[in-house]
């Protein structure tokens, strides 16, 4: 299916482009193409580009005052053969502790959708999820590829508080609270590394394109790894894609 893209105005200074509504690896790779090729061309009336799962907003400094204009000039821009630096994407591996001292929501899990806990384990960490963008709080990974087993819908009643580094399902997705916050997911388990670090120069390691891996570790290893990151001698695993 050839890959259908809309534009809008979206306000005084912005342009929403838009793709099909799916969550896919062919809609991802297109969007951050078109995301690279106009940080690659933008002049300085573009201040910034924002890439969702299937969407780019484009925020301009000025109010746009002709849209068909502005229009052209993106679909040249998507069109062109620009060259655009290509970054190397990773695969993290994240430690995760499913003990049920984090892992709240485990035991309804177990009830609703007649998997142990220990089968819910299983297939939410033997997956490799892909970043497909960053949001709705610094360091808060989008990731696409859960199973389908694990499908299970947002609570009726969210939570006034959720800690910091959990790990939770919510409808077809998963990913890490990287702060304290509220929140209406599913809360599986708890991830000692820190998500979003403004202390240093990228504060979120993780970009699109990349993969996370989650790794079951026990409780003790939890504490250990926590001591680690708190004496700044951790270091986060990672491998290139191939």
Request: aromatic share 14%.
């Amino acid at each position: 299916m050839p890959i259908k893209i809309t534009y809008k105005l979206y306000g005084e200074k912005a342009i929403l482009i838009e793709w099909q509504k799916e969550i896919s690896t062919k809609i991802s790779e297109d969007i951050l193409m078109f995301a690279s090729k106009i940080e690659t061309k933008k002049d300085i009336n573009i201040v910034d580009v924002i890439a969702a799962y299937n969407s780019l907003t484009i925020i301009f400094k000025d109010n746009i005052l002709d849209f068909e204009k502005e229009i052209h000039q993106l679909k040249t821009i998507y069109n062109s053969t620009v060259k655009t630096f290509k970054k190397e994407n990773f695969i993290w591996e994240i430690p995760v502790c499913y003990d049920l001292q984090f892992g709240i929501d485990l035991q309804e899990m177990e009830k609703k959708s007649g998997l142990s806990i220990s089968e819910i384990v299983k297939l939410h960490s033997e997956k490799l999820y892909r970043v497909y963008f960053i949001g709705f709080l610094p360091g808060f990974l989008y990731l696409g590829g859960l199973n389908k087993q694990l499908f299970f819908d947002r609570k009726a009643n969210p939570r006034l508080k959720v800690a910091k580094g959990a790990i939770a399902i919510g409808g077809n997705q998963t990913g890490v609270y990287p702060t304290e916050t509220a929140g209406g997911w599913n809360i599986i388990g708890n991830s000692p590394v820190d998500f979003f670090d403004i202390s240093k120069e990228n504060p979120c390691f993780a970009k699109p394109g990349d993969f996370i891996n989650f790794k079951a570790i026990s409780l003790l290893e939890y504490q250990h790894i926590k001591n680690s990151i708190y004496k700044k001698t951790y270091t986060l695993s990672k491998y290139p894609v191939k």
